[in-house]
């Protein structure tokens, strides 16, 4: 069998019906890139006219050294645990690579280390080391088994947070989620929110809040034009999108108000009737619960107006899975519950549009409660999303000396880049 060029259409029907593959495994990922001076190419095998193996390969020229980085967004598409099929691949994905004068080639398959639990414990034995063995003697060098998002080198996250939504109904979904999950969904639903999808305009706004929660939770946000290429390219494909929460305040506070007085009333009639004093006191304590939350949307209107975004969300949809890739919102108003609103939302689109897989994406594989980022962890947890740890990142090496040079310089430029940013702060 031989590698050739696959055409577009053909690949994005193998692509969009293989398991687990994701938008990085589509052209229009290849279109999103160039504007980052990558470009693309789409390779296959086929066996009776039909496709057994493809990928996409995504080439940069490195300065100064007249070779190309290579990466294969999420890995090969192709079933890793046909041995003789991988290393027929890979032989020939080598031959093509030494051509175009490759550098190395990066790879980060979309297949399961080892089984975890819902709470992240270790299934034993479920490791797939078979797999890891087999790349690393076709030559691959695999670039370790990162737990936390800090020490985290690949380009992709290697921790996940899926939601499994085939063969369930809504219902099925609503009822597996935590019991302090179902609450903030039915509270976020009093709340006054609003979900806005994006337009081209409304773009900065999301960016605005993406820098927001970067500064918070510490990681480095890309610039508006990034937003605003993912839009341009995956919106006209039905493939992307952008979610906005808009609060009403004055709508709330009026609401909130209209409660209070009710309340107020209650304890009015009950003040005289002895046997329920006890019940008297929980409601005036409630009270007071009350005046924080009237006194609060008093001072959010004063210096918001009326309305305010406090939260978005950035969903890839391709194939069977459909990803929550970004999300953002201002800590000041996370006590409204706003994420818990949009990810249900989309949780109900999904299985509207029949997909099988709603993916929160990236979490740390410290599921200790004290690690730094378990409270993401958590979150995704209590809508019933299983972790997923897969085999990580591996880079073929096609030019050896040159490879050890570049990996010392880039390198370098991590930490000068890391300390711009931390002086920045």
């Known amino acids: ?134 790349l690393k003697k076709l030559g691959f ?66 960016k605005a809040l993406m820098k927001h929660t970067a500064d918070r939770r510490e990681f480095i946000d890309r610039p508006l034009s990034y937003y605003q290429n993912i839009y341009d390219v995956l919106q006209k494909e039905n493939l992307v999108k952008i979610l906005l929460v808009e609060i009403n305040f004055k709508e709330l506070l009026e609401k909130t108000e209209k409660e209070h007085h009710e309340l107020l009333e209650k304890i009015q009639k009950m003040k005289d009737n002895p046997k329920k004093q006890n019940q008297l006191k929980e409601l005036e304590n409630e ?18 107006g009326d309305t305010k975004v406090i939260a978005g969300g950035l969903y890839m949809l391709y194939g069977r899975q459909l990803v929550y890739l970004l999300g953002a919102s201002y800590k000041e108003f996370m006590k409204y519950n706003s994420q818990y609103l949009l990810q249900w939302e989309m949780i109900n689109y999904a299985k509207e549009n029949n997909y099988q897989t709603f993916n929160f994406y990236g979490i740390d594989g410290d599921f200790r409660k004290e690690s730094k980022n378990y409270g993401l962890f958590d979150f995704k947890r209590g809508f019933g999303a299983q972790v997923v740890e897969l085999i990580g990142e591996f880079d073929l090496i096609i030019d050896k000396p040159m490879y050890i040079l570049y990996q010392i310089a880039f390198k370098s430029y991590k930490t000068i880049k890391n300390m711009k940013y931390h002086i920045k702060k």
């Open 141 to 206: 060098i695999h670039q370790g088994f990162y737990t936390t998002m800090d020490e985290k080198k690949d380009l992709e996250p290697r921790w996940l947070s899926v939601l499994d939504l085939e063969n369930k109904t809504v219902d099925e979904i609503f009822k597996n989620m935590r019991t302090t999950t179902r609450w903030s969904i039915r509270n976020s639903e009093k709340n006054s929110l609003r979900i806005i999808e994006c337009g081209r305009e409304d773009l900065k706004e999301f």
């Open 1 to 134: 069998m031989n590698l050739i060029e696959l055409e577009e259409q053909e690949f994005i029907e193998f692509s969009k019906n293989f398991p687990n593959s994701l938008f990085f495994q589509s052209p229009y990922w290849i279109e999103i890139k160039k504007n980052n001076n990558w470009e693309g190419t789409i390779l296959g095998m086929k066996k009776n006219n039909k496709i057994i193996a493809a990928t996409i390969l995504l080439m940069k020229d490195i300065k100064g050294i007249h070779k190309k980085m290579v990466y294969a967004p999420r890995g090969f598409l192709l079933d890793y645990n046909d041995f003789s099929l991988l290393t027929d691949f890979v032989d020939k994905i080598t031959i093509y690579l030494k051509e175009k004068k490759a550098l190395f080639l990066k790879i980060n398959p979309y297949v399961k280390y080892q089984e975890h639990d819902i709470d992240g414990n270790v299934i034993e034995g479920t490791k797939n080391t078979a797999l890891v063995d087999q």
């Open 287 to 304: 009270t007071k619960s009350f005046e924080k939350r009237i006194n609060d949307l008093k001072e959010y209107k004063v210096k918001y």
